[in-house]
């Protein structure tokens, strides 16, 4: 049977910010698909034009409620590249452990809030808490610890307020650290909950080839710094970035779109994965290989299952690093700087991929010029594209409106799109 | 549900963003170890950032984000007259938020910069009490759950409190820090609204005024302190329009 329908979705829920899908299906073939990012300009590189390289990650941070953290590190390292500041050892180890605990907390907010009602046919996270409130329970642990290590690591779980140039303005007391590290092993229990909730899940099949772009620096799973590499064989200097992302702008999105060696690319936790599995933890190596996932994998709903194998790596990494902690005496934690005229890139990876703010400053360190490309904007293009694969696949199969529907919101949903982000 | 003994029923909620991060939405579904307690109270309508039914029928009406292009003027609009109560949510929803820092450049620039010769729109950016009413603010970048917890519980038990009147430096003090002032540092604390645990100066960062001005201010002693210190004016004048909460007593300088 010739079939014709249109699926309009205006402001896709469970996702953050608003974007539109489309999808024209004429004759039994699909005719067209878009993915429409409506979200309102900010015009946050204007912002921070004169604003002081000591102010401007408290301005970027405001870019995103979910990874603000992400975005005040990827300023400050490029503002400390800028002007050659290096911070001190405890103060680099306290940053990567907030950023841990943001990953931690983003990643369980997409998983139970966002992408697990899809898989239980339910609207939100609200029946689940009925239907399986040990699930949620689980979740909700998970999220709290993220929370928990931000609040320790930065001062709030939102907006971090103790990140600043040339280090931390406070460090966590040993007794936060101590009860930090025994929230970790007690929460265990709630990973295990989780994972197994996860096997339960029928992820869709569904392939089509891309380039993943990430960071690498060869001796961590990355989160702050490094090569910026991709699947198809990409390296660059992290001062690179404009090589790795070729902007451009298209008609129906306010984001603009990216590309690299194909006609899109995608970054998060799938092309960490992708790009670093090696440097996973041992406990994360098994839970990958247990679900499956091996590099390079192409199917953008393994993405959720990339994020709960990262959140078993900061299991593990974020307790070394507070062993770290332990060990020091956190006496020095903030270098002095002047002010000075420069220009370097900070790249971090931010829980949904990787993050670029690019700043130049003026003799009195005040920033002059400001560039921020953002993973959701980078994925945009990715999801697009899918989406047509996706709905053509679908359509192909005889699958319905309704099931033509489910697959694409899902898929959306899968790459955890941020999309005022990507707008900021 | 009961409340001393009084029959209470749950707040038929909406929350809505418009310009902004969304940060302040997202503190909803913090603080996770009273987070099934606190949706108990609630009756969720309309909530795009976490749930797929969307209904209209709700009383209370959260908003997040300030307002930026013309189509989010009558969405407001149409929410306000849905609302019996409207809460503007966040710094952005109050003052304008951050957001207004694009303000100080002309719209067609800040389109230019970014997009190039490309059509987009934009307007200055409002708050949100520029358009409608509001019948009560929550301020914050991002809003504190626990006064978000405190206002929810407040309209659900009829018995609404109101925000501190008192300034950021009484709960500073409290926390017995170091004053920032002492180590050199411009701090808004003495103007800004308490009601935050002064969560800025006990990072030993300073007060940026997010909450905005508190009740009955000194506002030109306090430009005086910033200068018997010798402290920047540039950098004072950088923390007072950072969250745009303090527009009308800076006009009220110059």
């Known amino acids: ?424 | 549900m009961n409340h001393l003994g009084f029959k209470i029923s749950k707040m038929k909620i909406g929350s809505f963003d418009f310009t902004c991060c969304e940060g302040c939405q997202l503190q909803l579904a913090n603080k996770e170890s009273t987070l099934p307690d606190f949706l108990g109270l609630l009756d969720i309508r309309n909530f795009r950032e976490i749930s797929s039914e969307r209904h209209d029928d709700y009383d209370v009406a959260l908003v997040e984000g300030s307002i930026t292009r013309s189509d989010e003027i009558e969405r407001l609009k149409a929410i306000r007259a849905q609302a019996s109560v409207l809460v503007a949510f966040g710094s952005c929803a109050c003052f304008g938020g951050v957001n207004s820092l694009k303000n100080k450049i002309p719209a067609e620039e800040a389109v230019k910069g970014v997009y190039g010769d490309k059509k987009i729109d934009t307007m200055p950016s409002t708050k949100i009490s520029d358009i409608v009413t509001v019948d009560f603010m929550i301020p914050g970048c991002p809003v504190s759950k626990d006064e978000v917890e405190r206002v929810v519980i407040g309209i659900v038990t009829r018995s609404l409190d109101t925000l501190p009147k008192y300034p950021v430096c009484v709960d500073c003090k409290q926390r017995l820090n170091t004053c920032l002032f002492d180590l050199g540092e411009v701090c808004l604390g003495p103007v800004t609204k308490a009601g935050c645990d002064a969560v800025c100066p006990s990072g030993k960062t300073p007060c940026l005024g997010c909450r905005g001005p508190a009740d009955d201010i000194n506002f030109p002693s306090f430009l005086q302190l910033v200068k018997d210190k010798g402290l920047s004016q540039d950098d004072m004048r950088e923390k007072l329009t950072f969250y745009n909460g303090f527009a009308d007593y800076l006009d009220h300088e110059s």
Request: proline share 4%; charged share 25%; aromatic share 6%.
């Open chain 1, 1 to 424: 049977m010739k079939v014709d329908f249109n699926i309009d979705i205006h402001h896709l829920p469970r996702v953050e910010g608003h974007g539109n899908i489309h999808i024209s299906v004429k004759d039994g073939k699909l005719a067209d698909a878009t993915w429409e990012v409506i979200e309102t300009p900010r015009f946050f590189e204007m912002m921070l034009r004169g604003v002081s390289a000591e102010r401007a990650s408290f301005l970027t941070s405001r870019i995103c409620g979910i990874c603000s953290i992400s975005h005040s590190l990827a300023s400050i390292r490029a503002l400390e590249r800028a002007m050659e500041i290096e911070p001190p050892k405890a103060a680099k180890a306290i940053r990567l452990l907030a950023m841990h605990g943001e990953t931690l907390q983003s990643h369980a907010l997409h998983l139970f809030f966002l992408a697990a009602p899809d898989f239980l046919d339910m609207p939100s996270i609200v029946p689940i808490l009925h239907s399986h409130p040990e699930i949620v329970k689980a979740g909700l642990l998970l999220k709290e610890l993220g929370n928990e290590m931000s609040i320790a690591t930065t001062g709030r779980a939102t907006h971090p307020v103790s990140l600043v140039l040339g280090g931390v303005s406070k460090a966590p007391s040993k007794q936060q650290l101590k009860e930090l590290k025994e929230m970790i092993i007690k929460r265990r229990t709630a990973l295990v909950i989780s994972t197994d909730f996860f096997r339960t899940l029928s992820i869709p099949e569904f392939v089509r080839e891309t380039e993943f772009i990430s960071l690498r620096n060869g001796h961590d799973y990355p989160f702050i710094g490094g090569d910026l590499v991709s699947t198809d064989g990409v390296v660059r200097d992290e001062n690179d970035y404009l090589q790795m992302t070729n902007e451009y702008l298209c008609d129906f999105s306010t984001s603009k779109f990216t590309r690299l060696s194909r006609q899109s690319s995608a970054a998060g936790a799938l092309a960490r994965f992708n790009n670093n599995s090696r440097l996973l933890g041992h406990r994360a190596h098994e839970i990958a290989a247990s679900f499956g996932l091996e590099p390079i994998c192409h199917n953008p709903f393994m993405n959720n299952i990339a994020q709960l194998v990262e959140c078993h790596h900061i299991f593990e990494n974020a307790e070394m690093l507070i062993e770290s902690l332990l060990d020091d005496d956190l006496q020095e934690i903030r270098t002095t700087y002047k002010p000075k005229a420069g220009a370097a890139t900070g790249a971090v990876e931010a829980p949904r991929g990787i993050l670029y703010h690019h700043m130049e400053t003026d003799d009195d360190g005040k920033v002059v010029k400001a560039d921020c490309i953002i993973p959701t904007t980078q994925n945009n293009a990715n999801i697009h594209y899918d989406l047509k694969a996706l709905a053509a696949e679908a359509v192909k199969e005889g699958k319905t409106d309704r099931e033509t529907e489910k697959l694409c919101v899902m898929l959306v949903r899968s790459y955890d799109p941020c999309i005022s982000c990507s707008v900021h």
